[in-house]
């Protein structure tokens, strides 16, 4: 019977109400503003991790496939550090699932990396609290920082050069106000540019990311306003134009690349007529094609039901806000 150490971890992911996009250490995913997300009920990443003694490498299966050498890197890279954390030195097996396509722009690393960073010390024996294991996750992927916790989130940047001010922390309980979230999928095709890449490429080459560094923190203050608040109004015509902002950098980066394709915008136009006809709605994009709407319970039937009219959309799929962190 061999010796080893396991555990499970769920974690959901979350879409940015006010966007993270540049990084000012990028080894240590340190981020140029401070954002704000809601964690979804409806998508999340499950993850098993298994040390062993008689591993000679680490192995990562993701969706029941095993990763590419790229992904795997990535992986062992981040084990290295929670192996440098317990004192022990023995490589693991990762198993993790995806409920929802992965790199379309669904947050797919925010969930996996916050469930890794949970299975991954609770297996080698680490008891880490919440903000212990969102400035861990942080060191995978940027936002899974905020995946840790459910509801409403804010992740804050933080000055010192450590990142040791640098985690995520709730603003409010998914039951304090729900919204709804419309997640409308036009593409699960991979995305030809990664949002670490494109990051990387807005915050080195494009004349227009200091407009979005001009801006950004007012747009998180009012966003949290609103939040608290509970402002709807105010809260989608902030996160609208934030999300345009930050896909705005993208054009001006060299070379340019847009995230969009032709049903992204076809989603956004019937967004602005479901507002003129006097719904309120309100759309939001990560890195990626796909579309969140933002709308009120009670409209969220008219809403999704509009969305599935337009041809080139794939799939709806409607959240609320979701939990945080769970160990299964």
């Known amino acids: 019977m061999g010796v080893y150490l396991k555990a499970t971890a769920r974690a959901h992911t979350n ?18 503003n401070n954002s704000l997300s809601i964690t979804l ?18 192995l990562f299966i993701m969706n029941n496939q095993l990763a590419s050498s790229a992904e795997m890197a990535k992986i ?45 010390t609770k297996a080698i024996g680490l008891d880490l609290g919440n903000k212990a294991l969102s400035q861990l996750a942080r060191l995978g992927s940027g936002s899974a920082c905020r995946s840790i916790y459910g509801g409403y989130v804010e992740w804050q940047k933080g000055e010192k050069d450590d990142g040791t001010d640098s985690f995520a922390k709730p603003v409010l309980e998914g039951g304090d106000w729900d919204l ?32 979005w560094l001009d801006s950004v923190e007012a747009d998180f203050l ?11 109004e105010l809260l989608g015509s902030i996160i609208e134009s934030n999300a345009l902002k930050m896909h705005a950098t ?6 340019p690349f847009m995230y969009w394709n032709s049903a992204t915008l076809d989603v956004i136009k019937e967004v602005q007529s479901l507002r003129s ?31 599935e009219k337009l041809p080139n959309v794939q799939n709806t799929y409607l959240c609320h806000p979701g939990p945080g962190l769970t160990y299964l």
Request: contains cysteine; neutral net charge; aromatic residues 10%.
């Open 277 to 307: 006809g006097g719904i309120q709605a309100y759309f939001t994009i990560d890195a990626g094609p796909n579309v969140k709407v933002l709308c009120q319970p009670k409209d969220e039937q008219a809403v999704r039901e509009s969305l």
């Open 41 to 58: 009920d409806k998508f999340h990443t499950t993850t098993a991790v298994e040390f062993c003694p008689c591993l000679p490498v680490d």
């Open 15 to 32: 879409i940015a109400l006010i966007k993270y996009w540049g990084k000012r250490d990028e080894s240590l995913f340190l981020p140029m």
């Open 180 to 211: 709804s979230i419309v997640s409308v999928l036009v593409t699960d095709t991979p995305k030809t540019v990664s949002s670490r890449e494109g990051m990387k490429r807005t915050v080195e080459t494009s004349p227009f990311y200091s407009g």
């Open 250 to 255: 993208t054009l001006g980066a060299n070379p």
């Open 222 to 232: 009012h966003a949290k306003e609103a939040l608290i608040h509970h402002d709807f």
């Open 76 to 120: 062992t890279h981040f084990l290295d550090r929670v192996r440098g954390m317990s004192g022990k030195s023995w490589h693991a097996v990762v198993h993790s699932t995806n409920n929802f396509p992965t790199a379309a722009g669904f947050a797919s690393s925010a969930s996996g990396y916050a469930a890794l960073a949970a299975a991954a």
